[in-house]
């Protein structure tokens, strides 16, 4: 499998059954419950270059004069996404403000803090990090499950954060 393959996985069997019990429906990357006259929102975003994903939670109003989302594209009301919505709330991710699946190297710098490199599996084996760099974190299906824990429990700070800014709205 690979790394990719891998997350995924580790991601529906611990976050995606979580976000199930808590009412969610939907399919990766993209969930929603509705709650009374709120519809709650969770996107999964991927890195344009690979290895890593974020994840963002948000709320609409339907029929709300604040309703904190505009339609576009051809979206209706039963089809918005996260990325629609006009403020959210973005997980902080474990390094570098993302949840990283590849192999991790990182290095720290008075001038320029924590450096990360990101290494693809398929690079992984020949990769020889520039100097200072360390390998911090080498992916596999332990590392997953980490990660996956580490979404799960910024989950439960963002639902904090999506109650408080549904009673603001109100």
């Known amino acids: 499998m690979s790394n990719k393959e891998i997350m995924r996985a580790a991601l529906n069997t611990h976050v995606v059954s979580h976000l199930r019990e808590r009412g969610f429906t939907g399919q990766y990357p993209h969930f929603r419950r509705e709650s009374g006259v709120t519809v709650d929102l969770i996107s999964f975003q991927t890195n344009s270059w690979g290895g890593s994903f974020t994840v963002e939670v948000s709320a609409i109003f339907p029929g709300s004069a604040n309703p904190n989302y505009q339609l576009r594209g051809g979206k209706t009301e039963q089809t918005l996404t996260v990325e629609y919505t006009i403020k959210r709330h973005r997980l902080k991710g474990m390094y570098n403000g993302w949840f990283h699946y590849w192999d991790l190297y990182s290095r720290s710098s008075i001038f320029l803090g924590t450096?990360?490199?990101?290494?693809?599996?398929?690079?992984?084996?020949?990769?020889?990090?520039?100097?200072?760099?360390k390998c911090f974190q080498k992916f596999d299906e332990a590392q997953a499950v980490i990660v996956c824990q580490n979404v799960n429990a910024q989950l439960e700070d963002a639902f904090v954060w999506l109650e408080r800014f549904k009673k603001e709205q109100m």
């Open 115 to 133: 450096e990360y490199i990101s290494v693809p599996e398929k690079e992984a084996k020949s990769f020889v990090p520039a100097k200072g760099f």
